[in-house]
């Protein structure tokens, strides 16, 4: 009996185990979803709003880009140009290409064509001469223009990637790594003339000297021209992107996808035809079913669960503080809960103004978003510095010319108008005026309006540009840690490869076959 009784304690203890085994398998993290895979050598998808890696393979090894280079040069030229401008087709521009490179439209050396159509031709036919003329113009020369480029991309956080020609032939310095192209990926689509550009399906394009009335021109991009899902090319969502091809790069692919209020973008780099496109599209689908997006804002208890918080030795009150708006990704199965949060107090220099700290979030171990933390107080003061600044500007502005690209607004005296604004001034208003000293009045005012008008949007731009530039350090400094490089190695990396690279065109290697 005493035996029975010790076997029946011993069944019982093994079974309350069991269960406390299994209850801690069902209440721990689910895995990161990896059941997913590409035919090409080297491929990635990211979040771009949190900027998270869902899948990658070889995402760190650089490889030649091809013609998805075309989608930084078209970055760089939307920051710098209006689309209305002209752009005028040097003999360079045309016929300084790698052989077999191809001229679709058969555009010719003093073809003058705008900014738009310019951009259109080279991220829907991916027109190397349009790269290099829209380098000319941008920049004076081409090789300006490239290091705008990797000005750029230094900006962006990239440094395992360079660029020594605005189209994307083949070249031993431009090189890409699918990590690098995502975030550029990225950047180039939050640029709205990009975006719309580079999403568009079908396009017709001015007069040239081959088209005198103009062409119809189409997107090659497969995914983006497959309209049902009866195509194998099809994926729901899918908006914008860019192909690429070289004899030594291969198959090159950007793709973008929105479903919901998710945002993707998936890169392909040494792939080949037509699996590439497949490679796209199956990463894409995979990063939309196998994870989901969590708002920070809506799920951090941290703001709630304390009256104060001492940053750098200062106790602010909670409600003087605010959340970013941000997100995480999380696996599907995931809850908000199971990520890990880290205040960061010391902030990188770059930082948007008015943060103070920031959370950041890992789920096992893996970098998944992050969220400023803002003084609100401070950013009232930054807004009504802002506005003094305006008004100081306005008030320069109208005490002499206001420069606006090609267009002056003259002071009155220069122009002519003295008489006008000493009428202004005597307080008789409109009575007693006739209809041409009414008229040249309402000339000043609206010079006076336009003035003020342009200081605000001047103010108003330089502050955008410079919030611009802190995020994209920011996003820098947080990619550079991903990859253990700190902003000086980097630095001293990004100033070798440029001496390698200059070494190398004065040694007469252009590194083209």
């Known amino acids: 009996m005493r035996y029975m009784t010790k076997k029946i304690t011993a069944f019982f203890i093994s079974l309350a185990i069991l269960v406390n085994l299994g209850l801690m398998v069902s209440h721990g993290?689910?895995?990161?979803?990896?059941?997913?895979?590409?035919?090409?050598?080297?491929?990635i998808v990211i979040d771009a709003d949190s900027g998270t890696v869902l899948f990658g393979q070889k995402i760190h090894v650089s490889f030649p880009p091809a013609s998805i280079t075309k989608l930084l040069t078209a970055l760089v030229v939307a920051e710098h140009c209006s689309m209305d401008e002209i752009v005028i087709f040097s003999h360079d521009a045309i016929y300084d290409v790698e052989s077999g490179s191809g001229n679709k439209l058969a555009?010719?050396?003093?073809?003058?064509?705008?900014?738009?159509?310019?951009?259109?031709?080279?991220?829907?036919?991916?027109?190397?001469?349009?790269?290099?003329?829209?380098?000319?113009?941008?920049?004076?020369?081409?090789e300006a223009f490239v290091e705008m480029m990797n000005q750029k991309i230094a900006e962006i956080g990239c440094s395992e990637s360079h660029f020594a020609n605005p189209s994307g032939l083949n070249d031993e310095n431009q090189y890409v790594s699918a990590y690098d192209m995502a975030f550029i990926a990225a950047e180039a689509f939050r640029n709205e003339t990009v975006l719309r550009v580079s999403s568009t399906r079908r396009y017709r394009v001015g007069s040239t000297i081959n088209n005198p009335e103009g062409a119809n021109i189409s997107m090659e991009h497969r995914i983006l021209m497959a309209e049902n899902s009866g195509s194998e090319f099809y994926c729901e969502g899918a908006l914008a992107g860019k192909t690429g091809y070289t004899s030594i790069a291969g198959n090159t692919l950007v793709t973008y996808a929105r479903r919901g209020d998710r945002n993707l973008i998936s890169v392909i780099l040494r792939g080949s035809q037509p699996q590439y496109y497949i490679d796209g599209k199956t990463i894409l689908n995979f990063g939309f079913a196998s994870f989901k997006n969590e708002s920070i804002e809506n799920q951090e208890t941290f703001m709630r669960e304390r009256e104060e918080v001492e940053i750098e030795g200062t106790a602010y009150p909670m409600s003087r503080l605010r959340l970013d708006e941000a997100v995480v990704t999380l696996p599907?199965?995931?809850?908000?809960?199971d990520a890990e949060r880290t205040l960061r107090t010391e902030l990188p220099a770059g930082h948007p103004e008015g943060a103070v700290a920031m959370l950041e979030y890992t789920y096992n171990e893996r970098k998944i978003g992050s969220a400023y933390i803002y003084d609100t107080e401070l950013e009232a003061e930054l807004a009504a510095r802002t506005t003094g600044e305006a008004e100081e500007t306005t008030g320069d502005i109208n005490d002499g010319?206001?420069?606006?690209?090609?267009?002056?607004i003259p002071d009155p005296e220069e122009s002519g108008q003295e008489e006008n604004r000493n009428v202004l001034s005597s307080g008789k208003g409109n009575f007693g005026l006739n209809s041409g000293q009414v008229l040249s009045m309402a000339a000043v005012l609206a010079c006076a309006a336009a003035a003020g008008a342009v200081a605000f949007l001047i103010v108003r731009r330089k502050r955008q540009e410079r919030l611009q530039r802190e995020i994209r350090r920011e996003r820098r400094r947080q990619r550079l840690s991903e990859i253990g490089c700190n902003e000086e190695e980097f630095e001293e990396l990004l100033r070798r490869r440029m001496e390698n690279s200059q070494n190398g065109k004065r040694d007469g290697k252009d590194g083209k076959n």
């Not at 993290?29 to 491929?43: L, N, Q, V």
């Not at 991220?123 to 001469?129: D, Y």
Request: with cysteine.
């Open 29 to 43: 993290k689910p895995d990161w979803p990896s059941d997913t895979g590409i035919m090409a050598e080297a491929g």
């Open 107 to 142: 555009l010719e050396e003093g073809d003058q064509i705008s900014v738009e159509d310019c951009l259109h031709l080279l991220l829907l036919l991916s027109s190397n001469q349009c790269a290099n003329a829209l380098a000319e113009h941008v920049a004076g020369s081409r």
């Open 332 to 337: 599907a199965d995931a809850e908000f809960a």
């Open 401 to 408: 010319e206001v420069e606006t690209g090609d267009q002056n």
